[in-house]
């Protein structure tokens, strides 16, 4: 099993910039990929980035492309996303999840953690 804990989370105006972290435990030596997700009110959950635990191979969804990026320090468990240029439509949860495979869908991803409260304001 695996354990994933984000953090980072907050208020920022549009514009800004913010960094999330996610600390995996457990059985790391067990992850393929981790990804981030978001959800915002009303809205599905939908895939932001994912990045393979051992190799750093990337993948983004549109929308985030040239302002996020999804990265890893191989000596931690941690993964971050640097959220740049953030929009006010960027407002969501943010989840971060851990795949047998490099894949966008979320149910591919077998561990979640809790979720971090992401709010741009206009």
């Known amino acids: 099993q695996v354990q994933l804990v984000e953090s980072g989370g907050g208020l920022v105006q549009a514009g800004g910039s913010l960094r999330l972290s996610c600390v995996a435990s457990?059985?790391?030596?067990?992850?393929?990929?981790l990804g981030w997700f978001r959800q915002g009110p009303g809205k599905e959950r939908e895939f932001v980035a994912s990045?393979?635990?051992?190799?750093?191979?990337?993948n983004y969804v549109d929308f985030v492309k040239g302002r996020f990026t999804i990265s890893r320090l191989n000596a931690w468990n941690t993964v971050d996303l640097q959220m740049n240029d953030v929009k006010p439509e960027d407002t969501a949860v943010y989840y971060c999840?851990?795949?047998?495979?490099?894949?966008?869908?979320?149910?591919?991803?077998?561990?979640w953690g809790q979720g971090t409260q992401v709010t741009v304001s206009s």
């Open positions: 457990g059985r790391t030596s067990s992850i393929y990929a």
């Open positions: 999840a851990v795949a047998n495979s490099i894949t966008t869908r979320t149910t591919e991803y077998r561990y």
């Open positions: 990045i393979k635990w051992n190799g750093g191979n990337t």
